[in-house]
């Protein structure tokens, strides 16, 4: 069966399992330069991967649309839809557009550690590459709760946006980053939203001031946080409702909603591989990579949320980079050279973050100095009638060096990306004290933050 399937195969350069960023990219570049490449992704609705489709775009689009004054959910869902429908479309034509990339839907696995298959129904094609890259993202973990599979209106976080109904009351299970930003969006567009979440509080690396304004925020706009909550069976319930039952303090309690969102976790999304035919190793985080994004079969690389760490398409970019530097034999960029990501939780306001919090500074044995503003004190803010929030500063003692920065204010996204690359670029926190910033604007909050 093997030797029929290499005498079958259709030879590439490089085989690229998944549509997303990472992959995509890579598609582009390798194309560019001549390169004979076969991009396999499973679902036609998935090209450009999560960001595009599910995930990044999508949400910040309801996020947006669930700020404005007058909102629509019923029109935020259809908008949401035709732009990421132009955007699924730019991305296929783009790779299309090479003579040299074919583009194959169906689901890839391995035959052997050469050799991928592409079945698409009762269609199976045999594929063979000098080099294969994984980039299939990851996937909502689907947590063991009693009745959870044969009760009505579950969620996922890409289901929930195929709504064009708001549920009135919406449960949320799990109070990460992603529970919380679609608690925020919901309470938003007018639900009565009910997070749950088993551990002790939410937010827990985030700096205690920036937890407890987010928590306060939250409680005024109505959004309900149950922490130290142990889910014990989800059921239908009249009326199209269904019904938590849940243990909060040693006691059971019981509570109806129109629908649950799932929000414990994401998992690598590695179901239909079939590593064992290829020899690679994985473990229950990820595909196992080196500091190049090679797994132990040398020729075959991972990139994106699939080898587990931080999930953002701009470290599926940056493995991108990675990749690419490693293939055209220049190893100075690898994993270790990324110590420094900043990232953004879209709530209302957005909280953002990079670096160390100041807990995390002091157990790395620094002096640390640190300042805490309101956002009250910002004109911009004043004009976006947006004047929540709370923004810190962590610096050495010592030798002046920024170790960290919370941003929790409107904006906070973009301004995070200033106090990233000062960082970056090793400069002390004068530096952000003295540069002239625009006005008004939310970045020039910075010259008060970093005036210690």
């Not at 132009?86 to 040299?100: E, I, M, P, Q």
Request: charged share 25%; net charge neutral.
């Amino acid at each position: 069966m093997k030797i029929c399937n290499i005498l079958n195969a259709k030879s590439y350069d490089a085989i690229i399992i998944g549509f997303g960023k990472g992959g995509k990219t890579l598609a582009g570049f390798l194309g560019k330069i001549g390169k004979k490449v076969a991009l396999i992704e499973k679902d036609k609705n998935m090209y450009g991967g999560t960001c595009i489709n599910v995930g990044c775009i999508p949400t910040k689009i309801l996020v947006e649309e669930s700020q404005k004054i007058e909102k629509n959910f019923k029109k935020a869902i259809e908008r949401k839809n035709t732009l990421i429908s132009d955007l699924r479309g730019a991305n296929y034509n783009k790779l299309d557009s090479f003579k040299n990339v074919d583009i194959y839907t169906g689901i890839g696995s391995f035959e052997t550690e050469y050799l991928i298959s592409v079945t698409n129904g009762e269609d199976k094609t045999i594929l063979k590459g000098e080099q294969i890259f994984i980039n299939t993202g990851a996937k909502t973990i689907i947590p063991k709760i009693e009745g959870l599979e044969k009760t009505r209106n579950i969620y996922t976080s890409t289901s929930i946006m195929e709504l064009d109904i708001l549920p009135s009351k919406l449960a949320i299970i799990g109070g990460g980053y992603i529970g919380l930003e679609f608690a925020s969006i919901f309470n938003n567009f007018g639900s009565q939203v009910t997070v749950f979440e088993g551990g002790d509080n939410i937010l827990l690396r985030e700096e205690p001031e920036i937890r407890e304004e987010v928590k306060k925020d939250f409680q005024n706009r109505g959004i309900e946080i149950l922490t130290k909550s142990n889910i014990i069976k989800v059921d239908n319930f009249f009326k199209n409702k269904v019904e938590v039952l849940f243990n909060k303090n040693d006691k059971s309690h019981s509570l109806i909603f129109d629908g649950i969102l799932i929000a414990v976790g994401r998992e690598p999304n590695i179901d239909d591989l079939k590593f064992e035919n290829a020899g690679i190793n994985c473990s229950n985080r990820g595909i196992l990579v080196n500091e190049n994004l090679q797994t132990n079969v040398s020729h075959i690389y991972a990139l994106g949320d699939v080898k587990g760490g931080l999930q953002f398409t701009y470290i599926s970019l940056d493995d991108f980079r990675i990749v690419k530097n490693s293939i055209s034999g220049d190893k100075a960029i690898t994993i270790n050279s990324r110590n420094l990501v900043p990232y953004s939780v879209f709530l209302s306001p957005t909280l953002s973050r990079v670096g160390m919090s100041e807990e995390e500074a002091l157990n790395a044995g620094y002096k640390v100095k640190t300042k805490v503003i309101k956002a009250t004190s910002i004109p911009r803010a004043k004009i976006l009638e947006e004047e929540r929030g709370i923004l810190k500063a962590v610096i050495d003692k010592d030798t002046g060096k920024i170790l960290g920065c919370s941003l929790y204010s409107v904006e906070s996204s973009e301004v995070i990306n200033i106090v990233t690359m000062a960082i970056k670029e090793n400069k002390e926190y004068s530096y952000l004290r003295d540069f002239i910033f625009t006005h008004p604007t939310m970045s020039e909050f910075l010259n008060d933050l970093f005036d210690f």
